[in-house]
């Protein structure tokens, strides 16, 4: 089947840190790859997303390599700051019009100043 | 570009009570709607969706239900609510090989 699974939190950390927050999933075909964030009382927006292996996704400092062969698209940022204090969702779609996503439990990122 | 309305924002109803949650979306035409609900601590479940007006795909059997009377509106409902029903619902829409899901701003049910 297909699934995402995503390290869990909370992720402290302190500002100008290095961050990265584990995923990797399982799926049929050739899936599309996607980071979401949900800051404080709002709904998820799209952060990067990877269409094929090898494609890196980037946006606002972070950053996402589509890892076929270990099945991963780890989200990484090399210096925080206490804006990017939100959760974070792993995120497949397995290529169907239906626009189906699956999608990880999400990891709550604290950033300290 | 596409904006979703959802409302009301936050809601408090009593056990037994019925629910209707309501998303409408603006600057896209036939888009793909769906109903997901975050419940603490257990991510985002997809709830349904729908491709067109009146096709409605349950993905969980639930207390809930739902319908898509318009081409940009999606409702969410139900009879009589449950304890379990709390939880953040997030409207979203996708256009058409878009590839991307845009998500409404939610709406936090507390069901005592």
């Known amino acids: 089947g297909n699934s995402v699974t995503q390290m869990e939190g909370p992720v402290t950390l302190s500002e100008e840190a290095f961050l990265t927050i584990n995923c990797t999933y399982t799926a049929t075909g050739y899936p599309s790859l996607f980071w979401y964030v949900q800051y404080p009382g709002e709904g998820l927006q799209l952060l990067l997303k990877?269409?094929?292996?090898?494609d890196k996704g980037s946006n606002k400092g972070f950053e996402a390599t589509y890892r076929k062969e270990t099945t991963s698209f780890h989200l990484e940022k090399g210096s925080v700051q206490v804006s990017d204090s939100a959760v974070y969702f792993c995120?497949?779609?397995?290529?169907?019009?239906?626009?189906?996503?699956?999608f990880g439990r999400g990891t709550q990122l604290t950033v300290w100043p | 570009s596409q904006t979703i309305h959802q409302w009301p924002a936050t809601l408090v109803q009593p056990v037994g009570s019925p629910l209707s949650l309501e998303c409408t979306v603006e600057?896209?035409?036939?888009?793909?709607l769906y109903w997901y609900r975050q419940a603490a601590g257990r991510g985002l479940q997809l709830l349904f969706y729908?491709?067109?007006?009146?096709?409605i795909s349950s993905e969980v059997p639930q207390n809930l239900s739902a319908s898509r009377p318009q081409d940009r509106q999606f409702i969410l409902s139900s009879k009589k609510l449950l304890l379990s029903d709390s939880g953040f619902y997030l409207c979203?829409?996708?256009?058409?090989?878009?590839?991307?899901?845009?998500f409404g701003e939610g709406s936090r049910l507390t069901v005592l």
């Open positions: 995120a497949l779609d397995r290529g169907s019009t239906l626009g189906r996503l699956y």
């Open positions: 979203a829409c996708m256009i058409q090989g878009a590839g991307e899901l845009f």
């Open positions: 600057g896209t035409s036939n888009p793909n």
């Open positions: 729908s491709v067109g007006i009146g096709q």
């Open positions: 990877a269409t094929k292996a090898d």
